[in-house]
């Protein structure tokens, strides 16, 4: 009788055993699925990111008068915060864009391309003190009407703890808006080393970028740069 309830035991034991592996297993495998990263779903970020990007590279803003006026301050903003938005993102994204439904100027216009290639390469590097990303966080805007279908703006902001600024001079072009200078100031960055320290770097002159021998200053600094950046 005794060897029958040992017998009975033990395939009880070896039973319950089994049982325990299985679950242990189950869970493993339930654990595995729930941390591992779904493709599926990272694609489809991935290219709402793109989506995104490219929506504001086509964006664009145009206002119902010859010039700026009050009545198009809130359109001023949202423009201002879509420029923002398309090169902090270009830049976190790693993508070549067009900004050419924001600025027209040709000289700012080349230059804005090459300070966002080499801030890209900055950003592959680990030199970028800041962090980039797409959709930023904007607190209160400064807005004057500084001259003659002249805007100022100041637009303060934060992606990931990194707060930053951008000041822009915008104006309009057959009735859409357009930039005609802008600086981000950051510490170490591509426009703080070729067109000047934010103490001594005005964004008050709406024919900044037509002075040629002020360009030509400015891409001989962004050659410097770039050639620092590959010692």
Not at 8 to 22: D, G, H, R
Request: glycine share 6%; hydrophobic share 35%; aromatic share 10%.
């Amino acid at each position: 009788m005794k060897k029958k309830i040992i017998a009975v035991f033990m395939i009880f034991s070896i039973m319950l055993l089994i049982a325990c592996n299985q679950t242990h297993d189950t869970k493993d495998i339930a654990l595995s699925s729930t941390t591992q990263s779904d493709p599926v779903e990272n694609s489809k970020v991935e290219q709402s990111r793109e989506d995104l990007l490219n929506q504001l590279v086509n964006q664009d803003f145009s206002i119902q008068g010859e010039n700026l006026r009050e009545i198009d301050d809130k359109m001023i903003v949202d423009f201002g915060k879509a420029f923002v938005n398309l090169y902090n993102g270009a830049v976190a994204e790693g993508k070549k864009i067009s900004f050419e439904k924001y600025i027209s100027n040709k000289n700012l216009l080349r230059f804005t391309d090459k300070m966002l290639e080499l801030t890209q390469k900055q950003e592959l590097q680990g030199r970028n003190f800041v962090n980039y990303g797409l959709k930023n966080e904007f607190k209160q805007a400064k807005l004057q009407h500084i001259g003659d279908n002249i805007c100022y703006l100041e637009l303060p902001f934060e992606f990931e703890g990194s707060e930053m600024i951008c000041k822009m001079l915008i104006t309009t072009e057959n009735n859409h808006l357009k930039l005609i200078d802008l600086y981000y100031g950051i510490k170490d960055g591509v426009d703080t080393y070729a067109t000047g320290h934010p103490a001594g770097r005005e964004i008050n002159n709406p024919n900044l970028w037509e002075n040629e021998e002020w360009v030509n200053g400015v891409f001989d600094k962004l050659e410097e740069f770039e050639e620092k950046m590959g010692s």
